[in-house]
């Protein structure tokens, strides 16, 4: 027996003959033929798509007025009420988690490989001390990843299955890192893009990072918070039409590389969900100023082999190139 989903205060139920609502507080399952659950379903997915859409509607019409008041996040330190509200109900799947389910759908199409190194970051970490600027791992991180796309195409390249197998290279890194924030009492899951980071001062990559982090996500993120107000249809339809077919729209939405940790809070991230052909994730900084970091690649595109060589270039960039910029930020200081 077919039960959908209530609207307002109503559940559209099947039963013999025309269709009708039966209020909540009788819900009655009644027997129903063929003909009747096919009016019902298109009665519920009439419902479904106006619910999704009006919302998504507002919000892009919000995003869109200059002078109007966007979507309001300051962080909150209020408890959510809403859990206790839903105890024992069924409830749709929250905007803040649509993303994520989307993220988490595509990425088990892509045969990601993790290979770790212990990078031994003592000249890092001092020169970063001495800095008269923060400079946080993630910018460090980030620009060195850029450097090293420069040296090594491959972290350029994007594997397509459809409409047959080949490769698209592009022509510059751009960089996706994740960021968690807090927006209406919920946690959302971002992904802030950084285009040719290889081009990038370790100061402008902090301050792009620093908007992620402080600005209201209704500015930073708009686009993905139209995406995750479509109804699921057409969000998973963006989603595969920039998975498959767009080219060098696929690496400007979606990035060349993605970075991911919780090194902050004290835990690590073996292998960090993506779609991108490379994934890097690092650990916490260790007493001795090592740190465990992770590259997870797309086996399709290259092998082990050179993806060694990827981590151990990665730590001569930090000796070398990475230090000797955070010197002179602390000479200029």
């Not at 399952?29 to 298109?42: D, E, S, V």
């Not at 001495?130 to 910018?139: E, F, K, L, Q």
């Not at 040296?151 to 751009?174: D, G, K, M, N």
Request: aromatic share 10%; charged share 20%.
């Amino acid at each position: 027996m077919l039960h959908f989903a209530p609207a307002g205060n109503w559940l559209f139920l099947p039963r013999r003959g025309n269709s009708c609502r039966i209020p909540a507080e009788n819900q009655g399952l009644r027997k129903c033929g063929p003909a009747c659950y096919a009016q019902h379903l298109l009665h519920s997915v009439f419902f479904i798509a106006m619910a999704a859409a009006v919302p998504a509607a507002r919000l892009t019409a919000a995003l869109q007025q200059p002078s109007a008041v966007r979507i309001a996040c300051p962080p909150t330190t209020e408890k959510n009420s809403m859990p206790d509200q839903q105890d024992g109900r069924r409830f749709q799947i929250p905007r803040s988690r649509r993303l994520t389910w989307d993220l988490l759908w595509f990425h088990r199409r892509i045969p990601l490989c993790p290979h770790e190194r212990q990078l031994q970051l003592q000249a890092v970490a001092a020169a970063r001390a001495d800095c008269s600027v923060r400079i946080s791992w993630a910018a460090i991180f980030m620009r060195t990843t850029g450097l090293l796309s420069a040296e090594f195409p491959e972290l350029r390249q994007i594997w397509y299955r459809w409409p047959w197998a080949h490769l698209y290279q592009h022509p510059h890194s751009v960089g996706i890192l994740t960021v968690q924030r807090e927006m209406n009492g919920e946690a959302w899951l971002f992904w802030g893009r950084i285009v040719s980071p290889e081009s990038l001062q370790l100061t402008e990559i902090q301050q792009r990072i620093d908007q992620f982090r402080e600005r209201p996500p209704g500015e930073v993120f708009s686009r993905m918070l139209q995406l995750a107000a479509l109804p699921f249809p057409l969000r998973r339809l963006v989603w595969w039409w920039n998975l498959n077919l767009a080219t060098s729209g696929r690496a400007r939405r979606l990035g060349t590389f993605f970075l991911s940790t919780l090194a902050g809070q004290g835990a690590e991230i073996p292998l960090p969900p993506s779609v991108q052909t490379a994934c890097l994730s690092w650990g916490p900084l260790r007493a001795d100023q090592t740190c465990r970091f992770t590259l997870a690649y797309d086996h399709r595109v290259f092998d082990g082999m050179l993806a060694s060589r990827m981590l151990a270039r990665i730590q001569e960039l930090l000796d070398q190139q990475i230090a000797a910029e955070l010197q002179q930020l602390s000479c200029s200081g």
